[in-house]
């Protein structure tokens, strides 16, 4: 796993589906220029007015040797780079309309991997070499799907046919069967001149003819969902060039331990993909700092298996420039030598030459120790793994397997609402919310987000069209569910929904659309919401409204017209007020037979349950039963509907209804004694024409 450390954030991420579709990519292979110096770490070296590799027939990829003779380069744990990489130049890029490997004739990142080891009459291998690669691609082929080592990383990568969709790369190998030549190393023209100590050289030219000659002689096939490896005995150099290994001449003794290529059959125009793998110098070719390590026994074998590693992985996403960083270097190269904290240690005989057994791969079951590769995603949100544990530096992007990001949830946002133009800043409240990579409201991705902390984000809502959305948060492994609680509203524009929020709580009902248009665009110009409630508040509809509230919630029934008509030209004429309406409905025979049972004591009771929400204690019972035989019913109910915990309760409901929560205890306080004098309406009015109201009208009703 992925030491993880929080850094900058985008909205890149490997987040949409697999689809995958038939597509037609034009590949040109443009003429090469007669020498492209390589670079000491792979990929042609970076520089001004470096072209672009081609597609095909440009070795790339190299795995840089790390002896003494070349360095490894310095890093620093603020920088997060590759000590053995120092030129790479991260993140990796698409080149437009470029396939991967498989992307033309099978599924995106299919490949069909075959072993072709080749050693001619006096050369070998050891016993055991094939066996543990053989073994190594069966494994690989074997946990092809899973989520569960270095080969997965690339499933986040894709390729895009011109106007098309991501077709990502599926993990999908297969293991070709053990190819043995026997050909003689015999060059195709002046040929590689072997350093001492080493027999015969192959440069690159005599490889792609054995490349081309195997295949053509046992039936094999050459197209993009091919990979031949092509593995050398001991005492065999390899060059990319003629002549002696040298600055211009990159070879396996001076510059690197491994690459791959391709190029186009002379006759058929077929594509091939081959990797040259020369038999692993320990000295150069393994871990720098812990030393080779042999998990399978054999320390050339297990070396040589992390090179096959990173060429394939590199020849899955870049066989044709398809995946590379501003300076041309793939996804196996921004990871050279880097391992990670190791899983543990197989025990087993090292052999000779190695100094450990540990392994950093658990392939169906199989015990190895490779490189990591690059993770586009993990190194936007900052995750890489430790060099080694002896070497401390962590490298963004560089992981064993695939980190598995926990699910994030949204579980609050507030405010709920916006304008529609957007720019609201929206807190969000969730878990898992550390590496996010996007927030979107809806389809539109945020006009950029702040993370607070793992469970809170700030972001800033995108123009969006009116209507209900929901907010989501990804990172590079899942996206939050959708809830109830993650909906953020996109309000009609201007005060339209203030002018229906108002209509509905002081008239009953919405405007109609000539009203709603009159007042919207009179309040958008400057018009006073002062005007306007009172406007609203002075009509008779509002005393109907009142009224018939009333009638519903003190009789349990609507009034008929002539009733509220009655009732409205008392309280429009200021005869009486709608306190005083209430209390006339409390102290009829009707509330007092259905409400009350037909006894004093039952209607005190009632009254205390509709007016102050609770049952009378055995006292007050007592004392207001004889109160009523006194004063009468409507004097008893006027002091309970006037009384300070009365007032006080109806104003906690104007706010609940208002402003969707209580007072504090000194407004309502406050209240409680103003509305004694100025009615109920006074605090209608004076909530109506509040920003807070105003504010909240955008999500009661956008």
Not at 98 to 119: D, H, Q, R, S, Y
Not at 255 to 282: K, R, T, W
Not at 505 to 516: E, V
Request: one cysteine or more; glycine letters at 10%.
């Amino acid at each position: 796993m992925g030491t993880r450390t929080p850094g900058p954030r985008s909205a890149f991420g490997r987040l949409a589906g697999l689809t995958v579709l038939v597509v037609t990519f034009a590949l040109v292979a443009p003429s090469l220029p007669s020498a492209t110096a390589a670079g000491p770490q792979g990929g042609a070296a970076p520089g001004p007015g470096i072209p672009k590799p081609a597609p095909v027939n440009t070795p790339r990829g190299l795995v840089p040797r790390n002896d003494a003779a070349h360095p490894r380069g310095l890093a620093t744990t603020a920088n997060q780079s590759n000590p053995s990489c120092s030129d790479c130049a991260p993140p990796l890029t698409y080149s437009p309309n470029t396939p991967v490997m498989g992307g033309l004739t099978a599924t995106p990142g299919e490949a069909t991997i075959t072993p072709v080891f080749w050693a001619p009459s006096g050369y070998s291998f050891p016993s055991s070499y094939k066996t543990i690669i053989d073994g190594y691609l069966t494994n690989v082929a074997a946990a092809s799907g899973t989520n569960s080592n270095v080969f997965s990383i690339a499933q986040q990568y894709y390729q895009q046919p011109t106007g098309g969709l991501h077709q990502y790369i599926h993990y999908l190998v297969h293991a070709g069967s053990e190819l043995d030549v026997t050909d003689p190393f015999t060059a195709t023209d002046a040929g590689c001149i072997a350093d001492s100590g080493f027999s015969a050289c192959v440069d690159d030219a005599t490889l792609q003819a054995e490349v081309h000659t195997a295949t053509t002689t046992h039936g094999l096939v050459e197209d993009d969902a091919h990979l031949y490896l092509v593995f050398f005995p001991p005492g065999v150099e390899t060059c990319q060039g003629t002549g002696a290994a040298s600055g211009s001449n990159p070879c396996s003794t001076n510059i690197y331990c491994a690459y791959h290529s391709g190029f186009n059959d002379p006759v058929s125009a077929d594509i091939a993909i081959y990797a040259n793998q020369p038999y692993p110098d320990l000295n150069g070719c393994t871990d720098g700092i812990n030393g080779p390590q042999a998990p399978n026994g054999d320390a050339e074998a297990d070396a040589q298996v992390s090179l096959i590693s990173h060429e394939a992985s590199e020849a899955i996403t870049d066989t044709f420039g398809a995946w590379m960083d501003a300076h041309f270097y793939e996804n196996g190269d921004e990871c050279s030598y880097v391992y990670g904290t190791p899983l543990g240690s197989t025990g087993v005989t090292p052999g000779p030459g190695a100094t450990g057994t540990a392994y950093n791969q658990t392939i169906n079951g199989g015990h190895y120790y490779t490189q990591d590769e690059f993770s586009d995603a993990e190194y936007f949100a900052n995750v890489g793994d430790l060099v080694t544990p002896t070497y401390p530096v962590s490298v963004a992007g560089c992981l064993q397997r695939p980190y598995v990001y926990p699910t994030p949830t949204v579980t609050h946002v507030s405010p709920a609402a916006g304008p529609q133009a957007g720019v609201t800043n929206v807190t969000i409240t969730g878990t898992n919310l550390t590496n996010i990579l996007s927030v979107d409201f809806g389809t539109a991705h945020a006009g950029g987000w702040s993370v607070v902390s793992d469970t809170e984000i700030i972001a800033s809502s995108p123009p969006h069209a009116a209507g209900t959305v929901d907010v989501t948060v990804s990172n590079p492994d899942h996206v939050s569910a959708t809830t109830s609680a993650d909906h953020f509203t996109y309000a009609r524009s201007g005060s339209q929904p203030y002018v229906t929020t108002a209509y509905l709580d002081l008239l009953g009902r919405a405007p109609t659309a000539s009203r709603l248009a009159y007042w919207s665009s009179n309040l958008d110009h400057g018009g006073s919401r002062t005007a306007f409630i009172a406007n609203l508040t002075g009509s008779s509809t509002h005393v109907d409204h009142i009224i018939t509230g009333l009638y519903q919630t003190i009789l349990g029934r609507s009034p008929s017209a002539a009733s509220l008509s009655g009732w409205e030209q008392k309280v429009t004429t200021k005869k009486m007020t709608t306190a005083q309406v209430a209390v006339a409905f409390y102290a009829t025979t009707e509330y007092f037979t259905h409400a009350g049972a037909g006894n004093t004591a039952g209607w005190v009771t009632s009254l205390y349950h509709h007016i102050l929400g609770r049952a009378p204690s055995a006292s007050s019972l007592a004392y207001w039963v004889g109160r009523t035989a006194s004063l009468g019913r409507t004097s008893v109910a006027s002091q309970l509907y006037q009384s300070s915990e009365g007032r006080g309760d109806r104003v906690n409901a104007v706010y609940q209804q208002f402003l969707l929560r209580l007072p504090d205890a000194a407004t309502r306080t406050a209240w409680a004694g103003a509305i004694l004098t100025g009615g109920d309406d006074a605090l209608m009015r004076h909530l109506a024409i509040s920003t807070e109201y105003v504010n909240l009208a955008i999500i009661r009703n956008p």
